[in-house]
């Protein structure tokens, strides 16, 4: 029972900047690696970032690597992601996921948030 809430999400134009944070609402926090997934019309969903429990690793897909940052704050149970130089092919629904054991599949999730929508705009 961990409730995931995102936010931040919104238009910004091509080469801009957004802030997404997701919000947890667990007892303990520390125990889960998180993710962000994004999703775009008519594609599957794709692994974006994913931090671990501890906080000290972090991967990154190829395509937002060296513009996306994810990291997590464990006063605020909360993790955002960064992202900068946003381009047009950033826009999608971004999910923020909660698991015990991470990953770069979905399948190592077992908590998903109902998404925040980026639109980017040439």
């Known amino acids: 029972q961990v409730q995931l809430v995102e936010s931040g999400g919104g238009l910004v134009l091509a080469g801009g900047s957004l802030r997404l944070s997701c919000a947890a609402s667990v007892r303990a926090f520390s125990p889960y690696a998180m993710g962000w997934f994004r999703q775009a019309a008519g594609k599957e969903r794709e692994f974006v970032a994913t931090i671990s429990s501890s906080g000290t690793r972090a991967n990154l897909s190829n395509s937002v690597k060296g513009r996306f940052t994810i990291s997590r704050d464990y006063a605020k149970n909360t993790v955002y992601l960064q992202m900068n130089s946003l381009k047009p092919e950033d826009t999608a629904v971004y999910y923020c996921?909660?698991?015990?054991?991470?990953?770069?599949?979905?399948?190592?999730?077992?908590?998903w948030g109902q998404g925040t929508r980026v639109t980017v705009s040439s």
């Open positions: 996921a909660a698991g015990l054991a991470g990953g770069i599949v979905s399948q190592g999730y077992d908590y």
